[in-house]
């Protein structure tokens, strides 16, 4: 089972990234998928899910209208695009796997929003 990570980077304040994660190993289009953060001396936070049926999609207030999760099933691959970033938003960001009984997650990327 591997999640792999991609398009994290250093960007301006108000700028966007958008971070891609690819999944192989399991059964991608049977988990939702979900996007955290870590900033340093912070707990992981939940920022987005994508359900496995019907991909809906869930935010945490502070990303709320600011970001969109999405996923396409053919390519087992989950994105975050991330608009307007303020300097807060720099951390880690994970990718991760859910169902009922398992939960996978990726090395991680960072991503940092600084002048």
């Known amino acids: 089972v591997q999640l792999v990570e991609s398009g994290g980077g250093l960007v301006q304040p108000g700028g966007s990234l958008r971070l891609s994660c690819v999944a192989s190993?399991?059964?991608?289009?049977?988990?939702?998928m979900n996007w955290y953060c870590q900033a340093p001396g912070k707990e992981r936070e939940l920022l987005a899910t994508?359900?496995?049926?019907?991909?809906?999609?869930h935010y945490a207030d502070s990303v709320k209208g600011r970001f969109t999760i999405s996923r396409d099933n053919a390519k087992n691959t989950v994105y975050l695009q991330m608009n307007s970033l303020k300097p807060e938003d720099t951390a880690v960001y994970y990718c991760?796997?859910?169902?009922?009984?398992?939960?996978?997650w990726g090395q991680g990327t960072q991503v940092t929003v600084s002048s």
């Open positions: 991760n796997a859910r169902d009922w009984l398992l939960d996978y």
């Open positions: 190993g399991f059964t991608f289009s049977r988990f939702a």
């Open positions: 994508i359900t496995s049926v019907g991909g809906s999609a």
